[in-house]
């Protein structure tokens, strides 16, 4: 994303976006973070209640707040911000999705199914932090916590792992 980009900007290529499934998403990406400031893109990862992603640096981190276990961003927003592929992983997030994650279609609580792992959307609000802001610019963060933007929550979702298992790139998303 150029760091000429403005929220206005971001507005007019978000409109020009088609909209992710609501139901019937995709695993586009999956991240472990094993040690701060290190991505490791996986084509597959085992999740467990206790740990979270197996491997990654949150429960060393933050273990005590389960809330706040996994992160999933939407692939499109990511994208839109990160531009290559390759770079949507800076955004910090371990879960990229082709998914509609707004407050209005998983509100907290909803469940959602990645291959065979089930996850519960946190209550905690995913906002973003100075280092997203310097990876992507301050119009980007600034344009994910718009009102519209967190609703949409633009800069991801919480969630935690309520069912063990595996997930891999392509797999399913299914709401429960």
């Not at 206790?50 to 429960?59: F, I, K, M, Q, V």
């Amino acid at each position: 994303m150029a760091a000429t980009a403005t929220i206005e900007n971001l507005e007019e290529r978000w409109a020009k976006t088609e909209p992710s499934p609501q139901d019937n998403g995709r695993v586009e990406l999956i991240v472990r973070r094993p040690a701060p400031d290190q991505r490791e893109p996986l084509q597959r990862a085992a999740f467990s209640a206790e740990a979270g992603l197996l491997g990654d640096d949150w429960l060393r981190r933050h273990g005590d707040e389960i809330e706040a276990q996994i992160t999933l961003m939407n692939s499109r927003v990511a994208q839109l911000l990160a531009g290559d592929k390759a770079r949507w992983a800076e955004a910090g997030d371990q879960l990229f999705v082709d998914l509609d994650i707004s407050q209005d279609n998983l509100p907290p609580g909803a469940r959602i199914q990645l291959g065979e792992v089930v996850m519960q959307i946190s209550t905690l609000p995913h906002t973003g932090c100075t280092k997203f802001a310097r990876r992507f610019g301050g119009h980007a963060r600034k344009w994910t916590a718009t009102e519209e933007g967190a609703r949409q929550r633009r800069r991801g979702v919480y969630a935690h792992v309520v069912q063990d298992g595996e997930i891999k790139v392509g797999d399913p998303i299914t709401k429960l």
